[in-house]
Structure formats: structure tokens, C-alpha cells
């Protein structure tokens, strides 16, 4: 099958990091029409598409126009960026549905190049899946193309462009996708959607010049040969200096207002590229969903972080005491975590909450919590296929590569399965580097850790693998067409650590355009 090529792969890079680094400052706006420079506070929950609602028998439809736009939004106060945007804001619009719906997104293309709508984690057919040159063709300027499917399975998900998706993702264009129960009881009086996302501004550039970093970025006039032995990663830790949640950061987040003896659910999604520590202080919690996955018998947590990886999402349910009002905030290793700053707020309480950001806590073991009412896999499985996956980087004639089995994508072997399969697959990380690796289209079991069988094998579609770390995980080969699994770190499956799960037998009605399968990342 086509491929796309290396050569690509450096100019994507060097487009993410030159949208991501946009500087606004000295920048006359003046003239750039259609901007919305509003400083408006983000909402709890991103504003939701009204659907436009029919039956066909007993099938409910519901219908979401989403326009992809360009404008500007204020991330912090005094920081303005350009972004693009699903229907004008940062996260876009939240799509909203109930199990069993069938739903269908009008997706109108305003920009100056090719989109298209990934549905991260969920099972979409292949063709709705949303990979330029793969399952669809890309969506051109003016152009306009209608995604279409059944919404199974309940949970929260989110949606985002997969064409040169390292440089589109980091420009604002992500937005949430949640799909309510059909029959669901004990319903929370609060839910809350927060999207957990991260930004570059000229400020933090601090005079240095890209244009020689590994032969690939081209970024004007900052040159990273004055940061010595500082790796991509690091370099991307230091650069990322704007940290929001529901594309706000600091006091322009807007609080979560609760009542004593309510039940709330936080839905945290994170549409960047680096892993966050969370917390709730003094408040006992459980996690009921992971990546759209239900847990049960969960135990609650108190003093303790989650760290949720790029692509990941985590449910989490709590009780709302009434003692006082209380922030949620991050840990993470950083001074720009202190952006991260979401208050509680109960009812007629105004006293103004504290932060505890310095205590030195541990991190919740998902491998070790609550149980899943589905374990389809365990030691005793006869898989019919074995892969295993060795994740890692190195310089390559002056260019940073990521590689899965010291190959990068479009050379990387393919995972070849056949509908029914049982496949295990062993992800390696002999790197430096975190890797959130995503499957498309099929959920998978975690089986082991650093070789030992995990205590609760639970359910997901992305997982960060750490430094060392090795991971066994599952899945069942029931979704059949052509799947990406990547880094969700985008910028490393641009540099090549991206490979295919094919199903043996399965051709795609779609001719691929050689431009887009170059941008299919």
C-alpha cells in the first residue's frame, strides 16, 4: 500500500513546532478578520452543538454541523494566540449523544488546508475513522464531508484531525465526544468535562534559534544549538509553557460550582502531548471510567495523583462534602503547572481556595485498582498472533527518529490479523522517552507489567510507556480494516513511530492520494 515519506516527516515536525510556537507578541491583529479577542472565561463543560434530531423506526438520529474556522483565543491572561478551531473555540464543540444514537457530523472545512476528524478511541467503522489516504480522503479548503455511525459504546472520548495532526492538534483543533448510557442509573448531579492541553509562546523562546535542531525544525530565528545536550523531549518540556484546561489557563478557568452531598463526575481528557499529575486535595474520589472503559468496585482515593498520558482519559466520581471550597491542581514537575488551577466552589461559600502543589505524593496504579466487568484474556489464552513492539529514538544523519523495531514508519512492519483473532501484543520501551501508544479502532486488555501479570487487567486505547517499562496487552481483532497504531506524543509518530494493524484480506474503496498519505499522522 502507498506509504508516506520520510522526507515528510521533517516537514511535519517542523510545521507543528512552528504553529505551535506562534508568537503573539508585537503582532498587529488588526487586520485579521473574523478574530474573536474576547478574554470570556472557558465554560465547566465546552459548549455543546445543538443536534438536529429525527427517527427512522426505532433508530434515533441526531445530526452536528461543525465548521472548521480560524481565530484567536486568550489562553492566560495577556497571552492571545492564533488557533484553529471546530466552530470557533478551543476545545470545539462538545458532541453529545445517547448509546445506541446514530450520529452524523457535517464537517465544513474554513481553513487554508486539508482536515479531517479522528474519533480517538472510539469504534468507528474504518472508513468513518478519519486518516487521510487510508479510510477517507482529506477534506479540502471550501470542502465538506459528513461522518457517519452508530454510537455503541458509552463513555467519554474526544475527536481531532489526523492530517499533519502534531501541528492541526497543537493549533486548537480537538474537541470532546460523550456518549451517555442508554439505561443509565444513579446519574451524577454534576458532570464536568475538562481538557487538559499545553502551549508554546514566542515569550518562552527566549532568543534561541531551531533552524539547526537535528537538521529538521525550521523555526525562523531561534537556534537550539545554544541549548546543549538537551534532547526533543526535554527541549519540548522547557518550550511548552502555557498549561490549560478547557483551553484556559490560570484564573481566566472557570470554577466548578457544587452543592454539599452532590455527586460529581470530572471527565478529564488530555489533548496535549505531555502526561499530567492531577489532584484533589482532601477529597475522596473514585475513578469510574478509563478511556471510555468502566471500572467497578472501586476503592476511594484521597492524597494521591493521577497521571494521565496524552490521549488518555480519565472518569472520576466524588461526593461533595461541604467543608470548604478546594482547588485541583497539578503536580507536575514544572513551573507551569501552577496553570493548571481549577477551583471548587460550593453554593454561597466565596472564600477563596489554596493550592497544595508542593506535597510530595504517589500516583494511583491503575494496574492495581477496582475490577472490569469484562476480562476476556488471561494466562491461560492461546493467542493467534504475537507481536512484539521495541520503542525507541536515535540520530540519524543529523535527523531525530523514533522508531518501533529500529524502523520508522512507512517502513515499519505491520500487525497482520484476521477477523476473530486473539492477538497479544509486547510494547518495549528501551528509549528515553514517555510513549502513549494508540490503537485505532479496538480497545485492548492490559495483561502485564514489567512482566509480572497485572492485578486488574483493565480496558484501554492508549497507554504511556515509560523508560523501561514493559507492557503485555490484548486485543481482539473485531473491527476489521486498516488501523493506525502510533505515539500519541504526535510529534514522535511524525518522526516515525507510527506502524499499521491490517486485516488480511480487507481493501479499502478509497484511491489514496499520495499527498494525504503523507500526512496521515
Not at 98 to 126: A, C, F, M
Not at 370 to 376: H, L, S
Not at 415 to 430: E, R, W
Request: charged share 20%.
Amino acid at each position: 500500500m502507498n506509504k508516506k515519506t520520510m522526507t515528510f516527516m521533517g516537514i511535519v515536525l517542523s510545521t507543528a513546532l512552528l504553529s505551535a510556537c506562534s508568537s503573539m507578541n508585537g503582532m498587529d491583529h488588526s487586520n485579521m478578520s473574523g478574530m474573536n479577542q474576547s478574554s470570556t472565561k472557558s465554560q465547566a463543560i465546552p459548549a455543546a452543538v445543538t443536534p438536529v434530531v429525527s427517527k427512522v423506526g426505532n433508530q434515533t438520529i441526531k445530526e452536528f454541523s461543525l465548521v472548521a474556522k480560524s481565530t484567536e483565543q486568550e489562553i492566560k491572561n495577556g497571552v492571545t494566540v492564533p488557533v484553529w478551531t471546530y466552530n470557533g473555540t478551543v476545545p470545539g464543540s462538545q458532541i453529545r449523544v445517547t448509546q445506541g444514537d446514530r450520529v452524523k457530523v457535517h464537517l465544513k472545512n474554513e481553513l487554508s488546508v486539508p482536515i479531517t476528524i479522528h474519533w480517538h478511541g472510539y469504534p468507528v467503522p474504518n472508513s468513518m475513522d478519519g486518516i487521510p489516504g487510508m479510510t477517507q480522503a482529506s477534506i479540502k479548503p471550501g470542502q465538506s464531508f459528513t461522518y457517519d455511525f452508530v454510537a455503541t459504546t458509552p463513555g467519554t472520548y474526544w475527536y481531532h484531525s489526523h492530517y499533519n495532526s502534531a501541528a492541526q492538534v497543537d493549533k486548537g483543533l480537538y474537541g470532546t465526544f460523550i456518549v451517555d448510557p442508554k439505561d443509565e442509573t444513579n446519574k451524577p448531579n454534576r458532570d464536568y468535562t475538562l481538557v487538559l492541553d499545553e502551549w508554546m509562546t514566542d515569550s518562552n523562546m527566549n532568543g534561541h534559534d531551531m533552524s539547526n535542531m537535528n537538521g529538521q525544525m525550521n523555526m525562523g530565528n531561534h537556534d537550539m544549538s545554544t541549548m546543549p545536550n538537551m534532547d526533543h523531549d526535554q527541549m519540548m518540556k522547557q518550550m511548552y509553557n502555557v498549561y490549560t484546561v478547557n483551553g484556559k489557563a490560570g484564573n481566566l478557568i472557570e470554577p466548578l460550582t457544587v452543592k454539599k452531598g452532590e455527586k460529581v463526575r470530572l471527565r478529564f481528557v488530555n489533548a496535549g502531548y505531555l502526561s499530567h499529575t492531577i489532584h484533589l486535595p482532601n477529597q475522596p474520589f473514585q475513578v469510574v471510567a478509563i478511556d471510555g472503559n468502566p471500572i467497578t468496585s472501586t476503592p476511594l482515593i484521597k492524597d494521591q495523583l493521577l497521571r494521565i498520558g496524552p490521549g488518555e482519559r480519565y472518569d472520576v466520581e466524588f461526593t461533595a462534602d461541604g467543608a470548604t471550597n478546594w482547588i485541583i491542581d497539578s503536580h507536575d514537575d514544572t513551573p507551569y503547572a501552577a496553570d493548571i488551577h481549577i477551583p471548587v466552589m460550593y453554593e454561597g461559600n466565596n472564600t477563596t481556595p489554596k493550592s497544595d502543589s508542593d506535597k510530595n505524593l504517589p500516583i494511583v496504579d491503575i494496574t492495581n485498582y477496582g475490577d472490569v466487568a469484562n476480562q476476556t484474556f488471561n494466562e491461560q489464552t492461546k493467542f493467534n498472533k504475537n507481536y512484539m513492539l521495541h520503542l525507541n529514538s536515535k540520530v540519524v544523519n543529523g535527523n531525530q527518529e523514533y522508531m518501533i523495531n529500529d524502523k520508522v514508519y512507512p517502513n515499519t512492519d505491520p500487525l497482520t490479523v484476521s477477523k476473530g483473532d486473539k492477538v497479544k501484543v509486547t510494547l518495549i520501551n528501551d528509549g528515553k522517552s514517555d510513549h502513549p501508544m494508540h490503537l485505532h479502532g479496538h480497545v485492548f486488555q492490559i495483561l502485564s507489567k514489567n512482566g509480572k501479570p497485572v492485578k486488574d487487567p483493565v480496558w484501554k486505547d492508549t497507554i504511556v510507556v515509560r523508560p523501561g517499562e514493559r507492557y503485555d496487552i490484548a486485543f481482539q481483532a473485531n473491527n476489521t480494516g486498516n488501523w493506525m497504531f502510533h505515539c500519541h506524543d504526535l510529534h514522535h509518530a511524525a518522526m516515525g513511530m507510527m506502524t499499521e494493524v491490517e486485516y488480511q484480506g480487507y481493501h479499502s474503496s478509497i484511491k489514496p492520494d499520495p499527498e494525504d498519505m503523507k500526512a496521515s499522522e
